[in-house]
């Protein structure tokens, strides 16, 4: 089995999938998006004087190779391990909503904010602009989420959540917390 998720996540990782041999009948896999935040063009790290649209053609390339394999490799769930964007800004956001829509309704998947993908101060308003908890209710494999007693934008409306799914008849539950979850979020 280890042979095997190595192969797949190298996959992932080199987009090189075409020769990769379907999953065994009796195995499934995870997939693991690492961190997309290197976005080309305007307003980015990389190039902020770039009058050109906001680009990120690794995680287009993640979720449309993950897409295409979702049966041959028996993929359960995808974990994007955070720092979904490099500034925490709108043009960003759109870019990573429509990578994550190629998945969204076909596969359970969840994302962790990370430092990239709030304020300084844990706000993740933009993160929760885009991923809210209602796009993902009445999908049978999300669970729910933390709600804060206070201010919402920071640990609210999604930020942490869990996760209910099978993978060849065993059952696993996934927490997708954020980055420097507070000690509420952790009780």
């Not at 390339?61 to 925490?88: C, L, M």
């Not at 998947?109 to 929760?128: A, C, K, P, W």
Request: include cysteine; glycine fraction near 4%; hydrophobic fraction near 40%.
């Amino acid at each position: 089995m280890i042979p095997f998720l190595i192969a797949v996540l190298f996959a992932i990782v080199s987009t090189a999938s075409p020769e990769l041999p379907s999953a065994p009948e009796d195995t499934f896999s995870f997939a693991v998006i690492p961190d997309t935040q290197r976005y080309k063009w305007k307003g980015t790290r990389a190039e902020p004087e770039s009058e050109a649209p906001v680009t990120n053609a690794v995680f287009d390339t993640y979720t449309k190779w993950i897409q295409a394999n979702i049966e041959p490799q028996r993929i359960v769930f995808v974990s994007h391990v955070g720092d979904i964007v490099d500034r925490n800004v709108l043009a960003q956001w759109d870019v990573a909503r429509n990578a994550m829509d190629r998945l969204h309704g076909r596969i359970p998947y969840r994302i962790s904010v990370e430092n990239h993908d709030m304020t300084r101060s844990g706000d993740s308003s933009l993160f929760q602009q885009y991923f809210p908890a209602p796009r993902y209710e009445g999908l049978a494999w999300y669970a729910g989420i933390f709600t804060p007693e206070s201010d919402i934008a920071i640990s609210g409306n999604n930020a942490n959540s869990y996760q209910l799914f099978t993978g060849n008849g065993s059952e696993f539950v996934f927490l997708h917390l954020e980055c420097n979850a507070p000690d509420d979020v952790l009780a």
